[in-house]
């Protein structure tokens, strides 16, 4: 229904600063198109990847790839989705975006927008292995219900030190938590060597964030934010 997923895309304020906190991390520069107007990278560590937008109008999404996006309009009509803006024609880059049950932008564009980075096929940044985009929702069955409509699988997550709905897809996983436990979209990633993680992170000069959640608050996890905001959640495998 939605295509391939295509990146977590991201309004930042200095894209400059965006990109060196997240190749201080390991992650990797792609070479991008021209599709958007305003400054733009993207940045991947073979996993995620990681749209950077520089413009006061963008708004930050989970974005899709759906080639002869036009033809496919209306199924996704019959979904009953409210678009928030539908840019369509020959002379625009085709991209239409709704917001599911919990608020979450999802945005659909008729064709990539940059070329997949280089990555050693084990590697991994020091943030670990990428787990999911979790989405803080407080009607979590309503917003499993609508990713379930988009062609992802729902589960129920009941026994994990944050209970959770994951909805996987051949292309990326989300997470849909309670708002008291993640309060803004957040990419979820495992670390081996929880200990090991605080260390090389001390060692890169970043600092992790100490207004957490009483639930996060209680795991092996750290929680780092990017200089344009977005979370990242480093938790021990198994937490």
Same mark, same amino acid.
């Given at each position: 229904?939605?295509?391939?997923?295509?990146?977590?895309?991201?309004?930042?304020?200095?894209?400059?600063?965006? $990109?060196?906190?997240?190749?201080?991390?390991?992650?990797?520069?792609?070479?991008?198109?021209?599709?958007?107007?305003?400054?733009?990278?993207?940045? *991947?560590?073979?996993?995620?990847?990681?749209?950077?937008?520089? *413009?006061?109008?963008?708004? *930050?999404?989970?974005?899709?790839?759906?080639?002869?996006?036009?033809?496919? =309009?209306?199924?996704?009509? +019959?979904?009953?989705? #409210?678009?928030?803006?539908?840019? =369509?024609?020959?002379?625009?880059?085709? #991209?239409?975006?709704?917001?599911?049950?919990?608020?979450? $932008?999802?945005?659909? @564009?008729?064709?990539?927008?940059?070329? /997949? &980075?280089?990555?050693?096929?084990?590697?991994?940044?020091?943030?670990?292995?990428?787990? #999911?985009?979790?989405?803080?929702?407080?009607?979590?069955?309503?917003? +499993?219900?609508?990713?379930?409509?988009?062609?992802?699988? %729902?589960? !129920?997550?009941?026994?994990? &030190?944050?209970?959770?709905?994951?909805?996987?897809? !051949?292309?990326?996983? @989300?997470? $849909?938590? !309670?708002?008291?436990?993640?309060?803004? /979209?957040?990419?979820?990633? #495992?670390? !081996?060597?929880?200990?090991?993680?605080?260390?090389?992170?001390?060692?890169?000069?970043?600092?992790?964030?100490?207004?957490?959640?009483?639930?996060? +608050?209680? =795991?092996?996890? @750290?929680?780092?934010?990017? /200089?344009? %905001?977005?979370?990242?959640?480093?938790?021990?495998?198994?937490?």
């Amino acid at each position: 229904m939605l295509g391939r997923f295509l990146e977590f895309s991201i309004a930042t304020p200095d894209i400059r600063a965006s $990109l060196s906190f997240y190749g201080k991390l390991g992650f990797s520069q792609a070479e991008v198109g021209e599709a958007w107007p305003h400054p733009y990278a993207v940045v *991947s560590d073979g996993r995620i990847v990681v749209g950077l937008h520089q *413009s006061a109008e963008f708004v *930050s999404s989970l974005t899709f790839v759906k080639p002869d996006l036009f033809k496919h =309009l209306g199924r996704l009509e +019959k979904l009953a989705l #409210e678009f928030e803006f539908q840019r =369509l024609g020959n002379d625009v880059f085709n #991209e239409v975006g709704w917001r599911d049950p919990a608020g979450h $932008l999802i945005r659909l @564009v008729e064709a990539r927008t940059f070329s /997949p &980075p280089e990555v050693a096929p084990r590697a991994r940044s020091s943030c670990g292995y990428f787990v #999911e985009i979790a989405l803080p929702a407080a009607a979590r069955d309503a917003a +499993k219900a609508h990713w379930e409509d988009l062609g992802f699988v %729902g589960m !129920d997550e009941e026994e994990s &030190p944050l209970p959770h709905v994951s909805c996987t897809s !051949d292309t990326v996983d @989300v997470g $849909l938590y !309670d708002p008291a436990q993640l309060r803004e /979209p957040t990419l979820l990633f #495992e670390v !081996d060597d929880y200990r090991a993680t605080l260390t090389s992170l001390a060692t890169l000069g970043v600092s992790p964030n100490p207004r957490v959640p009483a639930a996060v +608050k209680s =795991l092996p996890a @750290v929680l780092i934010n990017a /200089p344009e %905001g977005t979370p990242l959640l480093l938790a021990a495998a198994g937490a």
